[in-house]
């Protein structure tokens, strides 16, 4: 008998161009496009799991277009990182409600990297905003994580784009964002955190072209223009998501569709 697919949206990493994943969810919501759960690494976890945790993805458009991002980011002397993450984590323990996984609306996995066994670290209890605060931890800039035996830092670092989670998970159409590597990339290189941002892209780009065809669709926003520190840049890159979904809605119907048959 004919049964409905089990549909994971998959969200990469890519800090500002991120946003764009508010726009992708956007227009999967008013083409009333089923999605069972989200697999999130970095901005890809933060804008997941705010929308699972009962947001108007709307609202959070609005939010982030005039929030000046700049706040979050207390800048001290490094000792694991320029920035300590009080800030960032008191800001996501407000977005998330401080609520657990088992308190979302529909299920989540945020990926982070472990620095000790090199590997990826899929989270899918326990604090939401504590999982996120490790997957959105930039080597370098923000202060690693310390949780158990493990030393965590941005999911960017071991999986940019987790379709095999998503797999792993029982997934039988991937729906999967990549925000990094799609067209009009243009990287620009003025101070340290794009010299970390730009090597991260480069160290990564082997291990999404090894992966990136097991998605069944693949989303590629054109935000590669803009600069992974551009949050003032947000309209853009949420109005670029949406079109970019706009464009494969007909190719994800259709795939749903014909598995339901």
């Known amino acids: 008998m004919a049964r409905k697919p089990k549909v994971a949206l998959v969200l990469g990493a890519g ?44 609202m959070l458009d609005k939010m982030v277009e005039h929030m000046n991002t700049k706040i979050l980011f207390e800048i001290g002397v490094p000792r694991m990182g320029f920035v300590s993450g009080k800030r960032v984590c008191d800001f996501l323990d407000l977005l998330t409600k401080r609520k657990n ?78 925000v990094t590597f799609g067209p009009g990339k243009k990287p620009l290189i003025r101070n340290t955190i794009d010299v970390i941002m730009t090597s991260l892209d480069i160290m990564s780009k082997l291990h999404f072209d090894s992966i990136y065809n097991q998605a069944d669709i693949l989303i590629q926003p054109a935000v ?14 949420v109005d670029l998501g949406r079109k970019a979904a706009q464009d494969k809605i007909g190719e994800i119907i259709f795939m749903i569709e014909a598995f339901e048959k």
């Open 15 to 58: 800090s500002a161009r991120g946003l764009a994943h508010i726009g992708i969810i956007q227009v999967l919501l008013e083409n009333k496009i089923p999605f069972d759960f989200i697999v999130g690494s970095s901005m890809g976890a933060m804008v997941g799991t705010i929308y699972a945790c009962g947001a108007n993805i709307y």
């Open 101 to 178: 996984f088992c308190d979302l609306d529909f299920p989540v996995a945020v990926v982070a990297t472990d620095l000790i066994t090199g590997n990826p670290v899929v989270f899918d209890e326990g604090s939401v905003s504590e999982a996120v605060r490790a997957s959105i931890s930039l080597p370098g800039i923000f202060a690693p994580v310390f949780k158990d035996d493990m030393v965590l830092v941005d999911g960017a670092v071991s999986d940019r784009l987790p379709i095999k989670t998503a797999l792993d998970r029982g997934a039988d159409i991937v729906i999967a964002v990549d």
């Open 224 to 237: 590669g223009h803009i600069n992974p520190q551009d949050f003032d840049k947000s309209r853009e890159a």
